[in-house]
């Protein structure tokens, strides 16, 4: 199984680079998010109705990596915040360099949360440290309820847990309730939200986690000064 | 980007064990179909639906790939159907190789039709000749309509599409419509199933196309004898 020993090579290398972007991002006063899921569970729905929620609050900037086309970060800017595309091909996750290379062409000076939109994958991504401060999860209400036992690692990381569709999941029964079981099983701390990205319930709490958040960086900020 | 590098290497070796597969498949007349999809979208939900269907026609045999677990193939072993688990780990896909050591421990001989279920993934998989006869793709119709330009090598490749989950798309709107287009924009000639694996909506005629798939290779075979 050389590729195992390839990747665990690449995940030492990037480590050297995550740490470098990680100071970058805290000299800058930053909050930097690591948004992942699986494809199509919401995540640039979910920005999409977090980040109306966010305006007067922060400045916002948001990078999208996707293995091709630039439609997601079309949907941000359509919001009016600035956003960067990274095209990935082959490859199903972001890793640090490619984080640090996209800030030479997108700086994100004076911003004050910066979203890294992941690649949609529930595996390879959560090996890649990006030098982010929280690691955001997102999962589909309607896409069964064992996605925490098989891929514990990605569900085990996470900072906060988001789980979409939930207007789409009453009629799929005790499903969702078995979900949030596997969820706190794999993550006992992270806050796990219900939510809606097409019908807007549940974004009223989820809206004031990530508002603290980034507050809770500029309590930090203001402790160490 | 030498990961880039290190993985079309792969692909190169993993052709010539591709081809190795195919040949023994095609020597013990078993159809192989290498089953993909997004995590979640019903791959194992629609095995569940569809091998029941099958019985009385075919012998059928299912490997499962997943980077951790045995709960899917616990799941086929339910259907009275053998079942082989591949834990991928960190892995992201199957490869030719992990199928050609799989076939040591279960043996296929007497098999009409193998079902490989490839790790949840719309990148990789894509790239990996398993040595299947038959690429088949699975998508959920409420994970919106872009998956098909996101990830056009999935979807391009595909001898059939399957749309899970049309019983909560009502309530989506012009979504599916939209997915539907940009699946035929993406392939211009795999037959496209919408169904439900839930209410079992649209599943008469998504078995017509399987029993058919396998069916072919015999009339292949009567042909050439």
Not at 57 to 83: F, M, N, Q
Request: glycine share 8%; charged share 20%.
């Amino acid at each position: 199984m050389e590729h195992i020993l390839v990747r665990t090579n690449g995940s030492q290398a990037n480590q050297a680079t995550a740490l470098r972007n990680r100071e970058l991002f805290e000299m800058a006063n930053i909050t930097v998010i690591n948004l992942m899921s699986a494809p199509g569970a919401g995540k640039t729905s979910l920005l999409e109705a977090t980040i109306p929620g966010l305006r007067g609050w922060y400045e916002v900037a948001v990078i999208e990596g996707d293995s091709e086309t630039e439609l997601d970060a079309e949907r941000i800017r359509a919001l009016g915040v600035p956003s960067h595309q990274i095209n990935t091909g082959k490859v199903s996750h972001l890793d640090a360099l490619v984080i640090n290379s996209a800030l030479t062409e997108f700086p994100v000076q004076g911003v004050d949360l910066l979203v890294i939109e992941n690649v949609g994958n529930l595996i390879c991504p959560a090996y890649y440290d990006l030098g982010e401060k929280l690691r955001l999860v997102v999962c589909s209400a309607v896409d069964g309820s064992d996605a925490p036992k098989k891929y514990p690692m990605m569900f085990r990381r996470a900072d906060a847990i988001v789980v979409n569709k939930v207007d789409l999941a009453a009629s799929g029964g005790a499903e969702v309730a078995e979900l949030r079981r596997n969820l706190r099983e794999a993550n006992t701390t992270a806050p796990i939200f219900g939510v809606s990205c097409r019908t807007g319930v549940g974004l009223g709490a989820w809206l004031g986690w990530m508002r603290n958040a980034v507050a809770r960086r500029d309590v930090l900020v203001a402790t160490n000064a």
